[in-house]
């Protein structure tokens, strides 16, 4: 599902490199913090770098810190993680974090951790099975290794097998640092995927591709997720595990749309549009709570039906979209609009243009307040910087003029806020960018009339909102998909 995450990608890199209002916290809200979580500045400090190497002036808002942290101990989530790793009790999870030099025997559990991720991280490290000359050997055999080519491989990396507790920790590791393409390691893949070996070299072979070019099997792995598997009894079967279907319910849903499974070449294809049925067979009242950009039902059954109108699995759309994210790239790291030239400014404009269009949307733009609508062109719309509390209305239509669906965009939705939602539901770790940009021309709409002149920042919001749409036909309550 590579791909997926690739047309996700490529909103939020052209969103989160527009120019956005910094919300750095005061110090009141942050004594105000420390107050609610009952710990000093000094304790946060110390949680902070020893788990994750950061201080306070990491941060911009409070809610990016309440993110990192997470909750605090409580009695309900430690008895949680004790039930996880198999600890009969409280007093046996100190011995082992005492044992293992990560407290001492006169400190509690709370007051040094405070934060049950804290917890988590370090009793994950600290728990393993230990490595034996029997498993070992058996991960050696499994990936088809000698000793010497297992230390050979680590280091080369400027590692040691020497330097692992548990044979979880070194297996994880050699899959990072590659595994070789041998008779093992092939038949792994093979199983796991429930391919043939015909059927493997066939898909190498219809791409241009042979076996002989890949001395790893993580590569091959990596280039047959880009190439799009078949669909076999194993991953139709994972794809039902996924989504809680028996067989019978997946062809009644796809007949529901005139659908079939005959009609999907790559399990790819079918977890895509899955996704999409799944939207609309969903109670999505509480999605379109959660957006909060005006969207309902009907609307987003609109933009559902239209995203599915589009082949994401076309070549010559994602050659696009890939150089949409390598002219992206070509951008140096800005804080404002006022690091941008003019040229690069109506560079990152023609980017939101073609983005655009290579989804098949049209938009029109208005400024409204009560009974005032002001329309802007598109440029005017991505450059306006002074709003007077005017909220930002978008009709969103295909390029045949056919409408689809308006949202709206309110101040409170923009800045740092409105980028944390969008992250919440992709679960990506990100850096909103720091400040609105700042303009001393006079904008004019296309009806001539002048425009409100306070600061806002509607040129996020503008690309914020069409990725919320896009991420809104990802993410549905109750659902992950299976990420390879």
């Not at 788990?51 to 990016?64: A, N, P, Q």
């Not at 039902?297 to 995203?307: D, R, T, Y």
Request: net charge negative; proline share 2%.
């Amino acid at each position: 599902m590579r791909r997926i995450g690739r047309l996700v990608l490529g909103l939020i890199l052209i969103m989160s490199l527009m120019p956005s209002v910094s919300f750095a916290f005061s110090d009141q809200e942050l004594a105000n913090f420390l107050k609610t979580e009952k710990i000093t500045e000094e304790q946060l400090n110390d949680h902070l770098q020893r788990f994750y190497e950061m201080s306070v002036e990491d941060f911009e808002t409070i809610e990016e810190i309440e993110y990192m942290l997470g909750d605090k101990i409580t009695t309900e989530n430690l008895a949680e993680l004790l039930e996880g790793y198999e600890l009969a009790s409280e007093e046996e999870l100190k011995a082992l974090l005492v044992e293992n030099g990560e407290m001492q025997a006169t400190d509690t559990i709370r007051n040094v951790f405070i934060y049950i991720d804290a917890l988590y991280m370090t009793v994950d490290s600290n728990t393993g099975t230990p490595i034996t000359p029997e498993n070992l050997q058996q991960l050696l055999d499994e990936n088809g290794l000698t000793i010497e080519e297992l230390t050979t491989i680590f280091t080369d990396n400027e590692d040691s097998i020497e330097s692992y507790r548990f044979i979880e920790d070194l297996e994880d590791m050699l899959y990072v640092y590659g595994r070789p393409l041998n008779d093992q390691t092939l038949q792994l893949l093979l199983s796991d995927y429930g391919l043939t070996l015909e059927q493997l070299n066939g898909i190498l072979a219809e791409n241009g591709d042979s076996l002989e070019n890949y001395d790893s099997i993580d590569d091959l792995e990596y280039a047959l997720l880009d190439y799009g598997m078949p669909i076999t009894e194993s991953n139709l079967q994972d794809l039902l595990d996924t989504y809680e279907l028996t067989r019978e319910e997946l062809n009644q849903l796809l007949a529901k749309y005139d659908d079939a499974l005959e009609n999907y070449e790559t399990i790819d294809e079918l977890y895509f549009n899955l996704i999409f049925y799944m939207i609309l067979e969903e109670d999505s009242g509480e999605l379109l709570n959660d957006l909060g950009i005006g969207l309902d039902k009907q609307e987003l059954v609109n933009l559902v039906k239209h995203f599915m109108t589009i082949d994401f699995m076309d070549s010559d759309f994602m050659e696009r979209l890939t150089e949409i994210e390598t002219r992206l790239g070509d951008f140096d790291e800005f804080e404002s609009a006022n690091d941008l030239t003019p040229e690069q400014m109506n560079e990152m404009i023609t980017l939101y243009h073609e983005m655009m269009n290579l989804f098949g949307f049209e938009a029109k733009y208005y400024l409204v307040k009560r009974d005032d609508r002001i329309a802007l062109s598109e440029q005017e719309a991505l450059t306006l910087e002074n709003t007077n509390g005017y909220d930002l209305l978008i009709e969103l239509y295909n390029l045949d003029g056919d409408f689809l669906a308006d949202i709206i965009l309110t101040a409170d939705l923009f800045g740092s806020e409105l980028i944390d939602k969008i992250g919440d539901k992709l679960d990506v770790v990100k850096t909103a960018p720091k400040e609105a940009a700042v303009s001393n021309e006079v904008v004019k709409t296309v009806n001539g009339g002048k425009l409100p002149n306070t600061a806002g920042n509607y040129t996020e919001g503008l690309l914020a909102g069409l990725a919320l749409m896009l991420i809104g036909a990802f993410w549905f309550r109750k659902r992950t998909v299976k990420q390879s």
